[in-house]
C-alpha cells in the first residue's frame, strides 16, 4: 500500500510538472542525514508569513515542534505534503506546534500567506497552532541534516518530503519520512518528543518535491523499486478481484 501511494504520488508530480533537469547523480545524493539528539539553531531569525520578525528559540519551550520544509512557489508535492500533515494533526491533540520553514530565501512572506490559505484553512485548530517561516533558512537546513538541490533553469529545488519532530527544549527527536505521515505515527512521535525523548533512525525512501521526468528516468533506485512493487501489487488485485467475481457468479449460478 505504501509504495503504491508512493507512486501515485510521483505519478501526479509528473504529470503537474514532467520537466527534471537535474542529474540523476545530484538527485541521488539528497534526502536527510538524520542528527538525532543535536539541537537546532535557537538565535536563528525569519519572518513568518504576516511580515513579522521570528527568532526561532521563541517558538520552544512549549508543546513539541513539527517541522516541515517547503518551498512555497513548488510545482509538484509541498503543498500537498503540508495538507497532509495537517489532515494528520487534525484529528489528534493541540499539544504541538507546527513550524513551516520555506528554503527559498527569494520567497517572501506573501508566498507563504498563499500556501496557508490554500493548505491550512480548512484545519482552523492547525492553523493556529502553526508558523510559517521565509527567509535564509540555512543553518536550520545544515542542523537537521536536509540535502537539497536548486535548479536554476527552473527556478525549483529538489528536496525530499518528510517531517522533523523536535522536543521542547529544541533537540531532534525523530524523523518521519513519508509524503503523507499517518495520524498514529505523527502522534506517537510528537508525544515521544513531549517527554524529552529521542527516536530510532528511520529507513527512508526519498520522495522528492521535484519535477520528474519519466521518460528520462530521473528518479532515485528505490522510488523505482516502489513503482515496480506497486505495478506488481496491482496486477496481483485485479487478479484476485477477477477471481472473486467468478465465485460470485458461479455461486449465483448455482
Do not use: C, M, N, W
Given at each position: 500500500m505504501r509504495a503504491a501511494v508512493l507512486a501515485l504520488c510521483l505519478l501526479l508530480a509528473a504529470a503537474g510538472h514532467a520537466r527534471a533537469v537535474l542529474a540523476s547523480g545530484t538527485i541521488e545524493g539528497l534526502g536527510f542525514t538524520q542528527r538525532l539528539g543535536e539541537a537546532v539553531p535557537k538565535g536563528l531569525v525569519l519572518r513568518d508569513d504576516g511580515d513579522a520578525s521570528v527568532r526561532l528559540g521563541g517558538l520552544l519551550g512549549g508543546p513539541p515542534v513539527v517541522l516541515l520544509f517547503a518551498d512555497y512557489d513548488c510545482k509538484t508535492l509541498c503543498g500537498t505534503v503540508l495538507g497532509a500533515t495537517a489532515a494528520a494533526l487534525a484529528g489528534g491533540t493541540d499539544a504541538y506546534r507546527l513550524v513551516v520553514v520555506g528554503i527559498d530565501p527569494k520567497d517572501g512572506p506573501p508566498l507563504a500567506a498563499a500556501m496557508r490559505a490554500d493548505q491550512l484553512a480548512a484545519f482552523p485548530s492547525v492553523d493556529r497552532n502553526a508558523t510559517?517561516?521565509?527567509?535564509?533558512?540555512?543553518?536550520?537546513?545544515?542542523?537537521?541534516?536536509?540535502?537539497?538541490?536548486?535548479?536554476?533553469?527552473?527556478?525549483?529545488?529538489?528536496?525530499?518530503?518528510?517531517?522533523?519532530?523536535?522536543?521542547?527544549?529544541?533537540?531532534?527527536?525523530?524523523?518521519l519520512l513519508d509524503v503523507a505521515v499517518a495520524p498514529g505515527p505523527l502522534g506517537a512521535a510528537v508525544e515521544g518528543a513531549g517527554a524529552g525523548g529521542v527516536g530510532g533512525l528511520v529507513r527512508d525512501l526519498v520522495l522528492l518535491c521535484y519535477g520528474h521526468d519519466l521518460l528520462k528516468g530521473i528518479h532515485t533506485e528505490t522510488v523505482v523499486r516502489a513503482l515496480q512493487v506497486a505495478g506488481v501489487a496491482s496486477v496481483l488485485g485485479i487478479g484476485l478481484l477477477v477471481v472473486r467475481l467468478g465465485r460470485k457468479r458461479a455461486g449465483g449460478e448455482g
Open positions: 510559517l517561516l521565509t527567509g535564509d533558512a540555512s543553518p536550520l537546513v545544515e542542523a537537521v541534516g536536509l540535502r537539497y538541490a536548486y535548479d536554476p533553469d527552473d527556478d525549483q529545488f529538489a528536496h525530499p518530503a518528510g517531517l522533523v519532530v523536535l522536543t521542547p527544549d529544541g533537540r531532534i527527536s525523530k524523523y
